[in-house]
């Protein structure tokens, strides 16, 4: 039932995205006691132009 | 005022979605007794490389 | 696999949500073509004094 | 620590997101009473086509 | 129709969210060109206790 | 700067959600490179009233 959901910048490789679907569904499973077919985890690739941090978009970080 | 998110896999088309909005809000307006006008639907169609169930990445299910 | 996530001001009964569940999820299986079992309605019920519309709190409106 | 959200149609041009994020991230600091360091704020754009307002998808609209 | 979600630790009073609300949309509408009334701010409210940095609880820092 | 959040039914315990957001923390920041301080980890607790699966409310199944 858990729904794990991760906002990164755009960028992660499929291989590190399944990696962390399988280390993130493992940890919920053993620590929250769901059964790992309930678990599910959405990735959200945001662009540097869609996130700013101290009010600056990430792509204009120099 | 409800807002009505629906995420799905990449791959439905514009007369499901059209189809999927009006009957949605058709719902909630009977239902929760609000007006259509101020019922928002948004999609969010997520890549099956983003969507992990049982730690894998649905992609990579065969 | 679809997520539904309904955002609504707190006041729905039990009964609304039942039954908004049960026509969301007949709607989604019937227009995505998915199935009932793969698909989770979520329910977010809002105050009306975190909800603003017109740069105004729901529960400062007159 | 705040995190702000922007749901808008696609459109809006880098300057305008910049601007946005700025003046968010401004009234959040001032009113708030957080660091600009800590204020992450996210836009998401979103098609016409996958926001329905009235039971009809923007894009659909006359 | 753009929709802004602030999510921010418990405690900030109802003046504070009437101000942000306000000034959050001003901003919205000057700059991203939308009218006040198409507007949405919805506020979340989170306990420090469901909120992590540094893999440690906000509510279990020293 | 990836962001996390967990959607699970009310239930867990601190200790639960300490240990996961240690344990997601770490996941993140060995897979996807990136450093503990600017990973955030939110949970959020759905009561059972609040989430449906094949179209009924979690609370009313037997």
Same mark, same amino acid.
């Given at each position: 039932m858990p729904i794990v959901r991760v906002e990164m910048w +755009?960028?992660? +490789?499929h291989e590190q995205k399944a990696e962390l679907a399988k280390e993130i569904t493992d940890a919920v499973v053993r620590?929250?006691? +769901?059964s790992a077919d309930h678990t599910i985890v959405i990735f959200d690739d945001i662009d540097k132009s869609n996130w700013a941090e101290g009010g600056i978009l990430a792509s204009d970080h120099k």
């Open positions: +755009t960028g992660r +490789t620590i929250a006691k +769901t």
